[in-house]
């Protein structure tokens, strides 16, 4: 009956190839799982600790601590087969949320303390962590997909993939709202705040959530080693191309990744559109998340909120996923699958500046997060089938990491301007004018990045029809 259900939505799977995707949905469906349980509490935990005015800076101290990670990330691909990397990242990610357990169990140093400080260092490093799992666990898994998979199969089975990840994302979420619920039992204020006595009730549970995300990490190990265990080796052969691209036989060097980037204006397409994307929703989520601190201050309330943010952005992706919003790049091809997302964010841009209010700020990030999930995300890691490995492993890594927090730098910027905005012309008209300045930003890249899609997608259509390398 699956079998069926998948042939008739996606296309004409063979069997192994459906075993195939199915695992590599779970897969993916644990890492966005444990990805989507650790993002509430990221934002929560930050703003409880260290203040919701410094999400901006914590933005740039992700940059720069991405250079040396993608440097570390590179060597590893040289050193060590694909699947071990999964390996070694996700036993080091494990080991650090253990240790972030108990950082936010801790009396004096833990989420107990009242203190809200940029001094409390704990804070941001545990910001910059579920930053870098969100870009690094997660380009890893693509790049490997992409590497062990053809045009033809992808264009079935990456929606596959990308429906495990919507489970994930719903699952995710929820287990974090219901445990929290479950194991609390005092009230919270009008305000979102909570009793002095149960502080540390609130820290212990949302430290054991930590740990159960720890958990989901090291699963993701044995999962791996269980599909490449019983993957067929026909199914884990990738593009072949009959045109090569012509270079020097040389050993893969520490910056290859980079030089690629900056050499191929393929991969620079790829790497402005995930800009264009994340400057804009960088944009709208730091006024989101400040609404959120300002009607729920606690760590705890803030996290039940943002959990049902999260879960309601897997529940849109994942019925646009069963409703099929993949066959817009089947029927319509590639490019005008990526073609689709740019006016859709204009749309919610415009939304934003007439209604900014928090109600309506939660739908426009949830549909925003869920279309990109389910139509933008898995034509965008097709993208990477007719390249090389070091474009698929090392250049992905870069545009990954690189035009995510790149980016995301990017939005903070401007939204430093809204403390500007509010000491110069007030709390009401200052926050007006910090919205139209981020309605105009928005529209702006919106324009560029519809045209930079269309081409991709024409590039991108050329190189499998001739068979052959782009990059």
Not at 73 to 81: I, R
Not at 297 to 324: D, E
Request: charged share 15%; net charge positive; aromatic share 16%.
């Amino acid at each position: 009956m699956l079998s069926q259900i998948a042939r008739s939505w996606w296309g004409n799977f063979q069997k192994e190839e459906l075993k195939k995707f199915g695992l590599l949905s779970l897969i993916f469906g644990f890492i966005i799982g444990t990805y989507w349980m650790l993002r509430p509490l990221k934002d929560s935990i930050f703003m409880s600790v260290v203040g919701s005015n410094y999400i901006p800076y914590a933005k740039w101290l992700s940059l720069l601590i991405v250079f040396p990670l993608v440097l570390i990330y590179n060597k590893l691909v040289d050193l060590f087969p694909r699947q071990k990397l999964f390996y070694a990242l996700c036993a080091i990610y494990g080991v650090l949320a253990i240790i972030f357990a108990f950082l936010a169990y801790s009396p004096t140093w833990g989420l107990a303390n009242a203190i809200v400080s940029p001094t409390r260092w704990w804070g941001w490093a545990w910001y910059v962590y579920v930053e870098s799992f969100g870009s690094l666990i997660v380009a890893l898994f693509w790049a490997f997909a992409a590497d062990t998979t053809t045009p033809e199969s992808a264009s079935r089975g990456f929606p596959v993939v990308a429906l495990g990840g919507q489970l994930g994302n719903i699952f995710g979420p929820w287990f974090l709202q219901f445990l929290v619920g479950r194991f609390t039992s005092f009230e919270i204020g009008p305000e979102g705040e909570i009793p002095k006595e149960a502080a540390q009730q609130s820290a212990t549970v949302l430290a054991g959530m930590i740990v159960f995300a720890a958990i989901l990490i090291f699963s993701i190990i044995a999962l791996v080693r269980y599909f490449m265990a019983v993957t067929p080796k026909e199914q884990l052969i990738g593009f072949q191309a009959t045109k090569e691209v012509s270079h020097k036989e040389e050993e893969p060097g520490f910056l290859e990744g980079l030089k690629l980037l900056f050499s191929s204006g393929y991969l620079l397409g790829i790497f402005a559109i995930i800009t264009a994307y994340e400057v804009i929703v960088t944009i709208l989520d730091y006024n989101f998340k400040t609404f959120v601190n300002a009607a729920y201050p606690s760590a705890h309330a803030s996290t039940l909120y943002l959990a049902s943010y999260g879960m309601w952005v897997g529940i849109i992706s994942l019925f646009s996923i069963i409703l099929g919003i993949n066959k817009i790049q089947r029927v319509l091809g590639l490019g005008v699958s990526l073609m689709c997302l740019p006016p859709l964010i204009g749309i919610a841009v415009l939304t934003f500046w007439w209604y900014p209010v928090l109600g309506i700020l939660f739908w426009i990030m949830v549909l925003s997060k869920a279309v990109n999930y389910a139509l933008n995300q898995p034509s965008m890691k097709q993208l990477y089938i007719p390249t090389s490995k070091e474009a698929k492993y090392k250049s992905q890594a870069f545009i990954e990491m690189y035009g995510s927090r790149g980016s995301k730098a990017l939005g903070s910027a401007v939204n430093g301007w809204r403390k500007w905005f509010i000491g110069q012309y007030g709390a009401i008209e200052g926050l007006s004018f910090f919205i139209s300045l981020c309605t105009f930003t928005s529209l702006g890249i919106v324009g560029i990045w519809f045209f930079i899609a269309l081409g991709l997608g024409r590039t991108y259509k050329k190189a499998v029809d001739q068979k052959r390398v782009i990059v």
